[in-house]
């Protein structure tokens, strides 16, 4: 196979593959070591626990294949090596280093334990590095929204699990092509729906399969929907706060369908109305009672109710930030910039609501 030939895409025994003893992320002594050594050096520096978690729970993602060399003892792997210690951990091929209880419990707790798994096979090293300037761009063939955030989840977890959560993203944007807003959102919905099916999708008749998950992900992009969810913000993946029974009923609204295929929800388009409803109490027991959005929509009286909570919202905040300011023994410039930019975008609030009353107060709109 030439330079210029594509790899050759095959299914690989979990024992066949071996560890890259070039792997630039430890000394030589370490990537060409013993491997007792290796997994220490994975467990202790690259957050293992987690990956092994994530196959355990999900099963290997077969749109994220191990890049690999033939070589005369087998499959070397040269893109993917922390998976390859979680997938060898699962298999029992290896065991946990000594007193790591934690890795032990989680192999034990394990589902899945794949013996085979997707390798892309290269002619030599320098095939690979030209094929990984394109790969986490264009990916390995069209993937769905939900494989797409769990190939983000896995790209995180293999490349960049030591940074911060904030600088993981902006890498990922990077590497991506997309923002780090983007990111941050899809990761947060991939957390809602990892939480849900985890809980069985609460009883509810869904079809994980027909789970629109760029619904789960839109819906975060309102802000009533966040804080409905109980999250800190729309690219909140830890989610500590997290309301599981309004999930549940964010599930029941999107994703039952009835005899006509249809939700609740329907579709994106009724997102607005539903972040509207969630804002009233009264709305969100009128439309769990009726199942009909908008009378819901209806009874919450639209927008401008949720416009007022969102600005009652917005003050009681600031009124908890003066409350606060006190107590600071140190102002950073970050501190300052932040308070600019929330003072311009109320400024901005304000002109446009007092140009919308004066348009009223003239009879420039309908009654």
């Not at 509810?204 to 975060?220: G, H, K, R, Y």
């Not at 966040?226 to 729309?234: I, K, Q």
Request: negative net charge.
């Amino acid at each position: 196979m030439s330079d210029d030939q594509p790899p050759v895409q095959r299914w690989i025994g979990v024992d066949e593959l071996l560890f890259d003893p070039e792997n630039p992320r430890f000394p030589p002594e370490i990537a060409a070591g013993e491997t007792d050594r290796l997994i220490e050096r994975f467990v202790r520096d690259e957050r293992l626990l987690e990956l092994i978690e994530s196959i355990g729970n999900q099963g290997y993602f077969q749109g994220e294949p191990l890049l690999v060399i033939d070589s005369s003892d087998g499959y070397v792997v040269l893109e993917g090596n922390r998976r390859l210690a979680a997938l060898k951990l699962l298999s029992g091929e290896i065991d946990a280093p000594s007193g790591r209880i934690s890795i032990e419990d989680a192999v034990q707790a394990a589902t899945h334990s794949p013996t085979e798994v997707p390798c892309l096979v290269f002619s030599d090293r320098s095939a690979i590095l030209r094929y990984l300037g394109f790969r986490h761009i264009t990916g390995i063939k069209a993937w769905s929204a939900l494989q797409k955030a769990r190939y983000i989840k896995r790209l995180r977890l293999e490349y960049y699990a030591d940074l911060s959560y904030e600088n993981s993203l902006r890498a990922l944007a990077k590497e991506t092509g997309s923002k780090g807003a983007y990111i941050g959102q899809v990761l947060a919905a991939l957390a809602l729906y990892e939480r849900a099916e985890a809980e069985n999708f609460f009883g509810l008749s869904i079809n994980a399969e027909e789970v629109d998950f760029s619904i789960l992900s839109t819906s975060l992009s309102y802000v009533n929907i966040v804080e409905f969810l109980g999250l800190s913000g729309r690219m909140d993946a830890a989610q500590s706060g997290l309301k599981v029974r309004n999930l549940k009923h964010m599930f029941l609204w999107n994703f039952v369908k009835d005899e006509s295929r249809k939700s609740i929800v329907k579709d994106s388009r009724n997102l607005k109305k539903l972040a509207a409803v969630v804002a009233s109490p009264a709305a969100v027991k009128d439309l769990l009672k009726s199942g009909n959005l908008d009378q819901a929509f209806s009874l919450s009286k639209g927008p401008a109710t949720a416009l007022s909570e969102a600005l009652l919202a917005v003050k009681s905040r600031l009124e908890t930030v003066w409350g606060i300011i006190p107590n600071v023994s140190e102002v950073t410039p970050q501190h300052v910039d932040v308070a600019l930019a929330v003072a311009k975008q109320a400024r901005s609030v304000r002109t446009q609501l007092q140009a919308m009353l004066q348009d009223m107060d003239d009879g420039g709109l309908d009654d």
